[in-house]
């Protein structure tokens, strides 16, 4: 396999969100192109649930549809799901691999590494072409996972492993971390319910977690390509309304009304002032 580059820290190429994490990997070898697009990595366990995976999947494909890069690990359970709704979402899908790129791991996944490939993406290691997948590779490579990211969603996590020590290690990084609430009593669920314990924003499909990470990176550039969303319209009075009143007036529901005013105050649609709503 001879269609790699290798990408050395300080040179063209090299993706600057790592220049500013500890332990920056000092080079990269990289399949297919790096982009600049804003990205969100979606992560989880490797024994994910069927509803994991298929929450995964969605939000995999509204990231996509978004128009954001999809980061993950390739790995089998949540991070399989991701990428797979990636590409049938038509975006751009970022692998971060445990082993040289010229070595597909889990072999299974390598069908779906060539997609993201030939859909625009990139597969990526700092390990060296013929390096082989070993356990201790993998929590030092999601330092790689979390740094790309403006924004990292836990879909479903144990107690402990991978998906946690991104989490712990995007928080480090500056990073928002976004996780999925779940039962308490189920053990995939337990990493994600102990995140939102510790100051994790819950998020809770597809849509909210567009709508959260729109504050993060900005408005979707589906929604700047076409003006307006149906997902950010609010019903808002012509002559000014209490943050309260909107709330009521908008279901009742604080956290979700709150996001779409910092949403639409964002993409200039609305003014807040002394807690006081207008039309722009």
């Given at each position: ?215 993060v990176l900005g ?10 969303s149906s997902e ?49």
């Amino acid at each position: 396999m001879t269609d790699h580059r290798r990408i050395v820290r300080g040179s063209p190429g090299y993706p600057a969100a790592l220049d500013y994490i500890a332990d920056p990997p000092a080079q990269l070898w990289v399949r297919g192109v790096l982009g600049e697009e804003p990205s969100v990595a979606v992560v989880g366990t490797r024994r994910a649930t069927r509803y994991g995976m298929n929450l995964a999947r969605e939000m995999g494909m509204a990231l996509a549809r978004a128009g954001w890069t999809v980061v993950s690990g390739l790995a089998r359970g949540i991070d399989g799901a991701a990428h797979r709704g990636c590409v049938e979402g038509g975006g751009r899908g970022v692998a971060v691999l445990g082993c040289g790129v010229d070595i597909w791991y889990p072999r299974e996944h390598r069908q779906l590494g060539e997609t993201l490939l030939a859909g625009g993406g990139a597969v990526i290691s700092e390990y060296p072409p013929g390096t082989h997948p070993e356990p201790w590779r993998f929590p030092a490579r999601n330092r790689i996972i979390s740094g790309l990211s403006a924004v990292v969603v836990v879909v479903e996590a144990a107690a402990k492993g991978g998906a946690l020590i991104t989490a712990r290690l995007a928080a480090e990084q500056g990073r928002e971390v976004f996780a999925v609430p779940g039962d308490v009593d189920r053990k995939t669920s337990v990493g994600t319910n102990l995140l939102i314990r510790d100051g994790a924003l819950p998020v809770f499909g597809a849509a909210d977690l567009v709508e959260a990470a729109s504050l993060v990176l900005g408005p979707p550039a589906a929604t700047l390509a076409g003006g307006s969303s149906s997902e950010i319209d609010l019903d808002l009075p012509r002559n000014g309304a209490s943050v309260e009143e909107v709330i009521e007036a908008n279901g009742g529901d604080p956290v979700a009304v709150l996001r779409r005013l910092g949403r639409l105050e964002a993409q200039g649609h609305l003014r807040i002032e002394a807690d006081e709503v207008f039309r722009a």
